[in-house]
């Protein structure tokens, strides 16, 4: 049987079939989710934003604008949330969380602390670069989607993601991540 | 190639952007620079981890707790509300209301406009049509005769008409010349004033002047005007038509008003 498209699925939400949304969940949530812990640096914090923004989508389901994709509606919801989360609780939480987040992380990992020095890198970045990494290595989106999903033009997209990486590789000189293989 | 364009470049390649020709200059300009080729590593190591990273992501089920969040009678709802449709009849309907008085004013409008335009834009110039003025509104038939000068020689053809009521006095000038001549028609300012001027048929050549006591027409070819004089008094006066031709008088006549 053929995938029902995004905008169907809502359509049929609207129209009173709520299970569809239960599709929709099914197909963003792992994303949405993985968004949330890159941008907030916690499990816990990440599974309640992601449920808030699945929530907050439903409740505006029958103000969505059929002529963009459900995709970039709901990613940008999502990254709105991180935003206002961590505007709320920067400072000395969100460096617990990270550094909480590295361990987890490391632990995962099966002691892969050269990862855990990246995600701890990538935390350490403005959140407007931190996003567009996450985007683009967590996401696997393309140029063009990050574009659609920041509302952000490509040409910018590029730039920043330029600068992002360039920072990112002199934290990780810093922090010797190159030198020892 | 500066750093920073040599890293642009290594992203271009490290993103599959960089191709052919490009990719193979790009291959050799590493080759042919160690710490440059060293920089590339450094950062495909760093692109590497990033992508690996990426390929194992957080597995979550979250669908049971968002759904039990969730209202799930919200658009349902909407769906089976009874439509309240209030219908209302054709005459109450806000369009229909207001169109009415809406035409009305504009039909009234035009109305008053025809009616307006019926009473100041007669022509001037057919005389039976003259139906008095707003100084005396008698027509110029129901007026009483002072007299008809009648002129016709060579030189000039002149025929005025001169009629009188209590409050005006109106003369009818048919004035006729193949050379220029001059006519003027003389009053007693007292008795006598100039209300109007009208010329009914008049070429460019010729020309009228005023003054308080006298009206002076310089006349080339056949031209016809009406002139309206306000009757201050009901005394008896005389009113003069005199035409001269290069300052020699041609005729000279009177009319008497009031008689």
Redesign the interface.
């Known amino acids: 049987m053929m995938e029902k498209k995004d905008n169907e699925l809502v359509m049929e939400?609207?129209?009173?079939r709520?299970s569809s949304?239960?599709v929709l969940?099914?197909r963003y949530?792992?994303?949405i989710?993985?968004i949330m812990?890159r941008l907030t640096g916690d499990?816990e914090t990440s599974?309640d934003l992601?449920?808030d923004v699945?929530?907050k989508a439903?409740?505006k389901?029958?103000s969505f604008n059929f002529r963009y994709r459900f995709f970039s509606w709901i990613y940008r919801m999502a990254i709105n949330e991180a935003i206002n989360y961590n505007k709320k609780f920067s400072g000395k939480k969100s460096d617990e969380n990270v550094d909480a987040y590295i361990d987890k992380v490391a632990e995962n990992a099966d002691g892969n602390l050269?990862?855990s020095l990246?995600?701890a890198e990538i935390s350490t970045l403005k959140m407007e670069y931190r996003i567009l990494?996450v985007l683009k290595?967590?996401?696997?989106f393309s140029y063009t989607e990050i574009s659609e999903v920041t509302k952000v033009p490509e040409r910018k997209v590029r730039s920043r993601l330029?600068s992002a990486?360039?920072l990112?590789?002199q934290g990780?000189?810093e922090k010797r991540?190159?030198e020892d293989? | 190639m500066n750093e920073k364009q040599i890293?642009?470049k290594i992203?271009q390649k490290l993103d599959g952007e960089l191709k052919g020709a490009g990719l193979e200059e790009f291959d050799r300009f590493l080759e042919e620079h160690p710490q440059h080729y060293q920089t590339f590593l450094?950062?495909q190591?760093?692109e590497n981890?990033?992508?690996?990273?990426?390929k194992n992501?957080?597995?979550?089920?979250?669908?049971g707790?968002?759904?039990k969040?969730?209202n799930?009678?919200?658009?349902?709802a909407?769906?089976?509300e009874p439509i309240v449709r209030l219908k209302t009849s054709f005459w109450a309907r806000p369009a229909v209301r207001f169109s009415f008085p809406f035409a009305l004013g504009i039909i009234t409008g035009i109305l008053l406009l025809v009616l307006l335009q019926t009473d100041f834009n007669q022509n001037p110039g057919s005389e039976s049509g003259m139906a008095g003025t707003l100084y005396d509104s008698r027509s110029f038939d129901n007026m009483k005769t002072a007299g008809i000068l009648d002129f016709d020689s060579p030189v000039v053809k002149t025929m005025c008409h001169v009629k009188y009521s209590t409050k005006l006095v109106e003369m009818r000038i048919e004035l006729s010349s193949l050379d220029a001549v001059t006519a003027r028609i003389e009053f007693d300012p007292g008795s006598v004033g100039i209300l109007n001027v009208i010329n009914v048929n008049v070429n460019e050549q010729t020309s009228v002047y005023s003054a308080s006591s006298y009206i002076r027409i310089d006349n080339v070819g056949d031209n016809n005007f009406i002139i309206q004089l306000a009757n201050k008094t009901s005394l008896t006066n005389e009113i003069d038509l005199k035409i001269f031709q290069n300052e020699f008088p041609v005729y000279q006549n009177a009319v008497q008003i009031n008689q």
């Open positions: 939400v609207i129209n009173g709520s949304y239960g969940i099914e949530q792992k994303t989710f993985n812990l499990y599974r992601t449920q699945f929530v439903y409740e389901l029958g050269k990862m990246i995600h990494v290595y967590f996401c696997d330029f990486r360039e990112l590789q990780l000189i991540f190159f293989e | 890293i642009e992203y450094n950062i190591r760093m981890s990033l992508i690996s990273g990426g992501p957080e597995v979550i089920d979250l669908k707790d968002i759904l969040q969730i799930m009678d919200k658009y349902n909407t769906q089976n």
